[in-house]
Every structure is written in structure tokens, then in C-alpha cells.
């Protein structure tokens, strides 16, 4: 793929991402990203043939863009610690995003197909997100400074908590103040301050 043809297909997927954060999964036709896209229908079909695989080209980029997060802390010789202080504070950053986040039109998506875990985008991002702080609790341990007996299960335990922040702001609110008290009770958990 050329530039100016990547950089289309950029603009397309980011005009799509407004989309469906206005408007969820389920409610968006082709014909919305067309128009929000300014392009014919043709030229958006010579880069996606459904709204579902559109969507889940976001999802991919989401995942792809979580993980530059976590590796580029972990690049300039960061502590355990403060990589796991960034990560929770890019998904506040995330969550405290109300209307500019696509937490709605995940879940709509995931109640819409029941593919196989191997094969639905969002489980696998979220699989992913517990790989990567399995990685860093194990790193952390490893240099006493994260205090933890299971890895894997305070993972698991940690992506899931962030899911339900994500419904909770979507569904009841949240404010700043509360997500600050979420991060520190995390990072008590690991035997972490936050400063």
C-alpha cells in the first residue's frame, strides 16, 4: 500500500472511529462512513467491505496503540512501578473520555457476534492487555518492586476491573477523584504508593 493510500485509509478509520463512538456498533451503516468520510461509497469499499471489519481494524489499532504506551515507558528504563502507574493512568485517561471512547459500541459488538475467542478482536485485545501486565507484575516481583504470589490471576483480575470501570463511567459516572481512588487501591494491592 502506497502512502497516500495508507493515509487514506487512515482518515477513513479515524472518521469511522467518530462514528462509532457517536453512534455505538450496531446503529452504523456503511452509508454514515461514507458520509463522514466525504468519499463515494466505491472508494470506501476498495479498503473495507463491512462496517464489522472496519470495526475491527479500530480495535487492532487499539491494541497496537495501548501496547506503545507500556513499551515506550518501558523503553527509558522505567520501574515496574511507574510502568504500571502509566498504564492505569492511560486507562483513566481512557475512561474519563465519556463521549469520545468506544466502550459503548465494544460491548454492542461483542453481544453482536459470538465468534469464537480466538477470533473476536476485543477478546483478544483483552487478552493481550492481560499478557502485558503479567510481563510487568512478573518484572516487578522479580525486582521487589511489586509485592505479588500470582501474576497471571492479578492480571486477569486488573484487566477486568478496568472493563467494569469502563461500563461504570459509561452507565453511572465517574469522576476524576474516584478513578484516583480506584488507581491507588490497585496500587496498594502490589504493595505500591502513589505518589
Not at 95 to 100: A, F
Not at 109 to 138: G, H, M, T
Not at 140 to 169: F, H, M, R, S
Request: glycine fraction near 6%; hydrophobic fraction near 35%; include cysteine.
Amino acid at each position: 500500500m502506497g502512502d497516500k493510500s495508507l493515509h487514506k485509509k487512515n482518515y477513513i478509520i479515524e472518521k469511522a472511529r467518530e462514528v462509532f463512538q457517536k453512534k455505538g456498533y450496531r446503529a452504523v451503516t456503511m452509508k454514515d462512513i461514507v458520509d463522514a468520510c466525504g468519499i463515494s461509497r466505491g472508494g470506501l469499499y476498495l479498503y473495507f467491505s463491512s462496517t464489522k471489519e472496519l470495526f475491527e481494524e479500530i480495535i487492532g489499532q487499539e491494541e497496537k496503540d495501548a501496547k506503545t504506551v507500556i513499551a515506550a515507558a518501558r523503553d527509558k528504563d522505567t520501574t515496574p512501578a511507574t510502568l504500571m502507574f502509566v498504564y492505569l493512568n492511560e486507562q483513566k485517561k481512557e475512561i474519563l473520555k465519556k463521549n469520545d471512547n468506544l466502550s459503548a459500541a465494544i460491548f454492542e459488538y461483542l453481544f453482536e457476534n459470538k465468534a469464537s475467542k480466538n477470533d473476536n478482536p476485543v477478546i483478544k485485545r483483552i487478552r493481550s492487555d492481560i499478557d502485558e501486565l503479567e510481563k510487568l507484575i512478573i518484572d516487578g516481583v522479580e525486582q521487589e518492586w511489586i509485592d505479588c504470589d500470582n501474576p497471571k490471576a492479578a492480571a486477569k483480575n486488573l484487566v477486568y476491573t478496568i472493563e467494569g470501570l469502563k461500563v461504570t463511567a459509561q452507565t453511572s459516572g465517574l469522576t476524576a477523584d474516584d478513578l484516583d481512588k480506584e488507581i491507588e487501591y490497585i496500587m496498594g494491592t502490589f504493595g505500591l504508593v502513589v505518589e
